[in-house]
């Protein structure tokens, strides 16, 4: 799973161009006059659709990739409801956008590129997020160490193994403290922990860190995987047209997101997804029932009116829940 990881890693969006894009869309205007004629017309339609739209030009003045981000306030390409995810998580936490096109996220966020649909991509996001949350641990407890109330004379070096944090516990933490604990102990790594590269502190011998690191990947594979407070999901493919087809392919993606929820949540966590109105959202809204708490139909003011798009908002994952 790990060399799979490293796989994803590096077919992922951060090295491939924005402008291949363009360059797609330049090789469709050149086929032919008409087409030409008639996407300049649908283009000027959309310019002023887009000029007249209150929440495009909110979003152009804070600087978020699109309106969509809107949406949260009140999916990852091309990465705007991560921005607004980063900036209301704090420092000390990951956002992971992941999407079937390659893009670039924001800065601090990470991603993935594959189609969710498959489970093998989600196993090799799980994968990500059980790694990103070892790493994060460790920079925590390196935190931690460092606010800890100064040790008693002779009980210094025990105070500085990791497993005698205890006592630090409900220290409050600073972002300087792994480099000044590292400073004692001699080593520091830099791990990328959601885009932002994070101190990582070792305070044990090589050969002690050795003999951890196979401990660890022996607990690694028991870990409960349910590692994450949200997950928010406004995937949708290319619509056809035809409401059936349109409305068949949202739930699909849905309950993708879904699963994926079941299975990585804290009891507490929440989820959001984008489904297109039809015959099987009451069905889906009923499984939602089963795991969440509280459910909830929101038709956001900045979601198109002639769009049959809407969001389910659940709250609070159940400890136990029956699906
Ligand atoms: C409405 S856009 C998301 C916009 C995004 N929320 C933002 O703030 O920029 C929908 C995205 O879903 C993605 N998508 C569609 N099907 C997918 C799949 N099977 N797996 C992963 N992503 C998918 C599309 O590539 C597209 O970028």
Known sequence: MASLCRITRRISPFHIPLGIVTGMECRVQSLAPQTRCASSAASTRWKTRQGNDPYTREAKLQGLKSRAAFKLLEGFAPGSWSQV????????????????????????????????LSPAVRAIVKESLRETHARMKEADRARRVKKAPPAPKGAAAAASRPEDVSAAEEAETTPSAASDVAAESGVVELADVGGRKEEVVRTMSYIDMEKRETKSVVEDAKLDDRVVDVVISDMMMNTSGISFRDHAGSMDLCTAALTFACETLRPGGNFVCKFYQGAEDKNFERRLNTVFSRVYRVKPDSSRKESKEAYFVAIGRNKNPLS
């Open 85 to 116: 995810a980063l900036e209301r998580t704090g420092p000390y936490n990951h956002v992971l956008g992941i999407d079937i096109l390659p893009a670039q996220p924001p800065r601090g966020v990470s991603s993935v590129q594959g189609n969710f």
